[in-house]
C-alpha cells in the first residue's frame, strides 16, 4: 500500500515541518518510491511522466544531504526555463533552512552569475553550455560536488549537448551520488547514465514514453494550407488557456501574431527572445494576461503551469518522444486536459511513430466547416526591405527544417522497417 504522506520517508523533521507548511501532505508516486533510496545515498534512475513532483523527488534528498555535509549539489538540465522552475521549488524547500542556489544560465549577465558562484551556493543548478563556459573560464569549480541530478537528460542530447555534458562529468568528483530523472529514456541515456553510475535502483512509475492518462487526444488531417482557419475555429470552441506548439521560431512568431489577429491575447517563446522577453511571456501566460502560449520545444519540458485546459500540436514535433513531453504541459496534478493535433496526409508515418510509443491510437475528428477568411502569408509580410529581408530568411529557415524533419522522419522509418 503506497505511503499516505511524507512521514516515514526518512525525511528530516526540519524538512517535514517545511513540508507541512506548505501543505505538501501527501507524495507522488515518484516521490514516494525515490526519496527513501535518494536519502540512503543510492544512484538513481527516475522514469515518470511529467507534472509528476519530479523536481521534490530529487530534491528533497538533495538538501538533507546538503544540510549535514559541506559538499555541493549539482542539477543539470536543458532549458533556462526549467532552471529557474527548479531554483524556485528548491528555494521554497531550502531557504528557510539557509540553503542558497546559484542559477548558471545562457542569456544572463556572466558577472552576476560569478558574483553568485562567490556567495559559496550550496546548490548549483545550471544549463550544459552556460557551466561549461565557467568551467573554461575556471570561474566555478565542482570539486565539492557530493550529488549530481541529470534532470531531462533525453532532451539535453536532442539539443546537441553531449560534449558539454560529458566534460562536465569529467569535471566532478568520481564518488558521488548521481540521479537521473525523465519521462523518457532511450538507450543512449542509459548507457551515459551507467558509466558514470553504482548500480543505480530504476524507479519507473510508468514505461518510458507514457501518455499522462487524464489526457485526452484528438487529430485532425488537413492541409497545411488549412491549418491557420483550423485554429482559429478550436480557438472559438475552447476558451480556455492554451498552449500552441510550432516546429521553428518562424512559425511561432507568424502563428502567435496570427492569434492576435483573431482578437486573443497571445506572446511566444523561442529561441529568438531574450530570456527576459520569454520569462515575461511565460508569467503573463500564468496570470491570465496571455490566453494563448505558441512555443517551440524549448517550451516542450518542465515548464510549470498549473491549469492549462489545451495543447494543440500546430506542427508535429520532431520525435514520437516530444509528443509526450508536450502534451504533459496539460492534465497536470490530477487535472484533466486535452491534446489536438494537426497533420498533413503525408504524415500518417510520423502519427504511427506517435502512437507506437503512446501504446494508444490517436483519436481522428472530422474537420468542422472552416472559414473562408484568407489567413495567407502575404497578411503579414512587412514593407520596408530590411524587414522584407529577415522575413524570407526566416521563411529559409523554416522550409530548411521541414526538409531536416522529413529527413528524420525517414530515417526512423527505415531504422523501423529494417528490424
Do not use: C, W
Not at 515548464?303 to 509526450?324: A, C, F, K, R
Not at 496534478?333 to 510509443?357: C, V, Y
Request: proline share 5%.
Amino acid at each position: 500500500m503506497e505511503q499516505s504522506t511524507f512521514n516515514g520517508l526518512g525525511i528530516a523533521p526540519a524538512i517535514l515541518k517545511i513540508l507541512n507548511k506548505r501543505e505538501l501532505i501527501v507524495p507522488t508516486p515518484i516521490q514516494h518510491r525515490s526519496i527513501p533510496a535518494a536519502i540512503e545515498g543510492k544512484d538513481l534512475i527516475g522514469i515518470a511522466q511529467t507534472g509528476t513532483g519530479k523536481t521534490l523527488a530529487f530534491g528533497i534528498p538533495m538538501i538533507q544531504k546538503l544540510i549535514s555535509s559541506h559538499s555541493n549539489g549539482l542539477i543539470i538540465l536543458p532549458t533556462r526555463e526549467l532552471a529557474i522552475q527548479v531554483s524556485e521549488a528548491l528555494e521554497k524547500i531550502g531557504k528557510p533552512l539557509g540553503l542558497k542556489t546559484a542559477i548558471l544560465i545562457g542569456g544572463d549577465n556572466m558577472n552576476r552569475q560569478i558574483r553568485q558562484i562567490k556567495n559559496h551556493p550550496h546548490i548549483i543548478i545550471a544549463t550544459p553550455g552556460r557551466l561549461v563556459d565557467h568551467i573554461q573560464r575556471r570561474t566555478v569549480s565542482l570539486k565539492n560536488v557530493s550529488i549530481l541530478v541529470l534532470d531531462e537528460a533525453d532532451r539535453m542530447l536532442d539539443m546537441g549537448f553531449e560534449t558539454e555534458i560529458r566534460k562536465i562529468l569529467k569535471n566532478v568528483p568520481k564518488e558521488k551520488q548521481v540521479m537521473l530523472f525523465s519521462a523518457t529514456i532511450p538507450p543512449k541515456i542509459m548507457q551515459i547514465a551507467k558509466s558514470y553510475m553504482r548500480f543505480p535502483i530504476k524507479v519507473e512509475i510508468a514505461p518510458s514514453g507514457s501518455a499522462a492518462e487524464n489526457v485526452t487526444h484528438e487529430l485532425f488531417f488537413l492541409k497545411h494550407g488549412s491549418k491557420t482557419a483550423l485554429l482559429d475555429a478550436i480557438l472559438k470552441k475552447h476558451i480556455g488557456s492554451t498552449l500552441i506548439f510550432s516546429r521553428t521560431k518562424f512559425g511561432a512568431k507568424k502563428i502567435a501574431a496570427k492569434i492576435r489577429n483573431m482578437g486573443h491575447t497571445a506572446s511566444e517563446i523561442h529561441s529568438d527572445r531574450s530570456l527576459r522577453q520569454r520569462l515575461s511571456a511565460l508569467s503573463g501566460f500564468k496570470t491570465g494576461k496571455f490566453r494563448v502560449l505558441v512555443a517551440t520545444d524549448i517550451a516542450a519540458r518542465g515548464i510549470d503551469v498549473t491549469n492549462i485546459e489545451l495543447v494543440i500540436n500546430y506542427d508535429l514535433p520532431e520525435s514520437p518522444e516530444d509528443y509526450v513531453h508536450r502534451i504533459g504541459r496539460t492534465g497536470r496534478a490530477h487535472s484533466s486536459g486535452h491534446a489536438i493535433s494537426f497533420a498533413t496526409p503525408n504524415q500518417k508515418f510520423a502519427i504511427k511513430m506517435i502512437e507506437r510509443l503512446i501504446k494508444k491510437q490517436l483519436p481522428v475528428s472530422k474537420l468542422p466547416s472552416l472559414s473562408q477568411k484568407s489567413y495567407s502569408d502575404k497578411e503579414n509580410r512587412p514593407n520596408n526591405t530590411e524587414n522584407r529581408r529577415s522575413f524570407y530568411r526566416a521563411k529559409s529557415e523554416h522550409s530548411t527544417s521541414r526538409r531536416n524533419s522529413r529527413s528524420n522522419y525517414q530515417g526512423k522509418r527505415n531504422k523501423l522497417y529494417s528490424r
